[in-house]
């Protein structure tokens, strides 16, 4: 598999980087990683944000801070949700 990181995809070589840099390890390993941990970390923030002793402005404030590049968590009681640009 070939990941383009050309022209308008540039971003994508410091991206992985970053992520072989913060993990320690090759970015072949850092892809990999990052793929099998996704479903499961998104999992966790969800039952974290839908946690009913959580206030909401500590919600909202999580949901900013967790967001990404691509991803936007958003808070709408009672239910998060995760949007992909």
């Not at 990999?32 to 941990?37: D, G, N, S, W």
């Not at 009913?52 to 949700?81: C, F, M, N, W, Y």
Request: hydrophobic share 35%.
């Amino acid at each position: 598999m070939r990941i383009r990181t050309d022209g308008d995809y540039a971003y994508r070589k410091d991206t992985i980087e970053a992520a072989a840099d913060r993990l320690d390890c090759n970015k072949t390993r850092a892809v990999l990683i990052a793929c099998e941990a996704v479903g499961p970390l998104l999992d966790g923030v969800e039952r974290a944000l839908e946690h009913p002793d959580l206030p909401p402005s500590v919600q909202q404030d999580l949901a900013e801070s967790l967001g990404t590049r691509h991803i936007k968590v958003e808070v709408s009681e009672p239910d998060v949700e995760f949007h992909l640009d």
